[in-house]
C-alpha cells in the first residue's frame, strides 16, 4: 500500500478530488494531510498547554505541536503532494517542498504553467509537476497498477 502525504497551506477542495480520484480508481493507497481547520490548528497549542498574551507565542505553540504531527507524516510517505497557485504562493510550501527533499522523498507538484519561472527551483527537484489533481491521480494510477487511461 502507497502513502500520500498531502501538504498544507493551500485552500480548496484539492486533497477531496485527490482522495475521491484514487477512490474511484480503486487504487490502495492512503492519504493523510495537516489539521486544515486553522481553528483547531491555529489554537491547539493554546488548548493543550494554555493561554497566551502575546500572539507570537500563541502561534509559536501551535506551529510546534502541528510540526510534530506533519513531521511524521511526511516521514511515513511514499509521495508527498504539494499545490501551488497564482492566489496562493505559500512560503510554508515551499519550505514543505524543501523537507520533502531533504528526506528524499518522491515529490509532486502542482501548480498551473503560469508559475514555472517562479518555481523553477522547486520543480527542478521535485519527481512530477503537474498542472491539475487529476495528473496526480494518473501518476499514482501507473505507479501502482502500472496502467495508462
Keep these: ?6 501538504v498544507e497551506e493551500q485552500p480548496g477542495d484539492w486533497r477531496e478530488t ?15 494531510m495537516p489539521v486544515i481547520d486553522l481553528e483547531i490548528s491555529d489554537n491547539c ?7 497566551e498574551g502575546n500572539p507570537f507565542w500563541k502561534d509559536y505553540k501551535a506551529a510546534k505541536l502541528n510540526g510534530i504531527r506533519n513531521k511524521k507524516m511526511m ?23 524543501g523537507k520533502a527533499a531533504a528526506l528524499g522523498k518522491s515529490l509532486i507538484v ?20 503537474v498542472q491539475d489533481e487529476e495528473q496526480v491521480i494518473e501518476i499514482v494510477r501507473y505507479l501502482i497498477d502500472e496502467d495508462l487511461v
Excluded: C
Design 1 to 6: 500500500m502507497w502513502h500520500l502525504y498531502l
Design 18 to 32: 485527490i482522495a475521491d480520484g484514487v477512490l474511484a480508481a480503486g487504487l490502495e493507497v492512503t492519504l493523510s
Design 45 to 51: 497549542g493554546v488548548h493543550i498547554l494554555g493561554d
Design 75 to 97: 516521514e511515513k510517505a511514499d509521495i508527498v503532494v504539494i499545490k501551488f497557485s497564482e492566489h496562493h504562493r505559500q512560503s510554508q510550501s515551499a519550505f514543505e517542498a
Design 110 to 129: 502542482i501548480h498551473p504553467s503560469e508559475l514555472n519561472y517562479e518555481l523553477k527551483e522547486i520543480d527542478a527537484v521535485a519527481d512530477a509537476v
